[in-house]
């Protein structure tokens, strides 16, 4: 059964601090790996990686893969409140691109 | 990114009556819409898939003659509840690929409550 798993499951930090959140995988014929932050509604996407040791930014963002060890990590710097949201992890499998999604890292940045 | 549009955003009914959720993608043509359930605190859980012109490829565990998929279109895909009970209530949202190994951009989830 594919899996992914994130950690932590929630995490208060305060604003200025620099986040890691982790995401690791077992899933039968990997595709990508996608990084979403969901706020009261759908998720919006952040990053989609295919490739290992190629870190993406975005701003404050950034995301890198490693398909050895099987996990993703996605940083934030100098939180600010706005970046308060569940961040969900989803691996793509199959010919159909079917995404399976972690249980999400809830993040609060206070002030 | 490409807008994924679902409707409604929010529907109350009745137990043992039908709803109808629609996903479209307004600005590119969707292969393949995929549709999840999310409860409360939970992450999403991914009902089915589905090909424009095929039928729907289900999920262990979910119903297909309880949660109707449509993809008549490449810009439409319809889920319908039916004979809905309260434990039906949660989060259903949708979201669209257009060609194979590209990112699925999502609606806005419609909050299905049934009373």
């Known amino acids: 059964e594919d899996k992914v798993v994130q950690s932590p499951l929630s995490l208060v930090v305060h604003e200025g601090d620099t986040v890691t959140l982790n995401c690791s995988y077992e899933v039968t014929n990997f595709r990508s790996l996608l990084w979403y932050k969901q706020e009261k509604k759908a998720p919006t996407f952040l990053f989609m990686l295919t490739s290992s040791g190629i870190e993406k930014k975005s701003g404050r963002l950034s995301s890198i893969l490693d398909k050895k060890e099987l996990f993703s990590i996605l940083n934030i710097t100098a939180t600010q409140t706005g970046d308060s949201a569940v961040y969900l992890c989803a691996a793509t499998t199959g010919t159909a691109s079917k995404l399976t999604f972690g249980t999400g890292t809830r993040l609060q940045v206070t002030l | 990114g490409a807008v994924v549009s679902q409707h409604p955003s929010w529907v109350i009914c009745k137990s043992g009556t039908s709803v109808k959720i629609e996903c479209r993608s307004l600005?590119?043509?969707?292969?393949?819409m995929f549709w999840y359930r999310q409860f409360p605190k939970q992450s999403l859980m991914l009902m089915a898939t589905?090909?424009?012109?095929?039928?729907?490829?289900?999920e262990q565990g979910v119903e297909k003659d309880k949660f109707l998929i449509n993809h008549a279109s490449l810009t439409l895909s319809t889920l319908t509840v039916t004979s809905a009970h309260p434990e039906d209530s949660s989060f259903y949202i949708c979201s669209a690929q257009g060609a194979l190994n590209t990112e699925a951009f999502f609606g806005q989830g419609t909050r299905l409550t049934v009373v």
């Open positions: 600005d590119f043509q969707a292969t393949t």
């Open positions: 589905s090909n424009e012109g095929s039928k729907a490829t289900y």
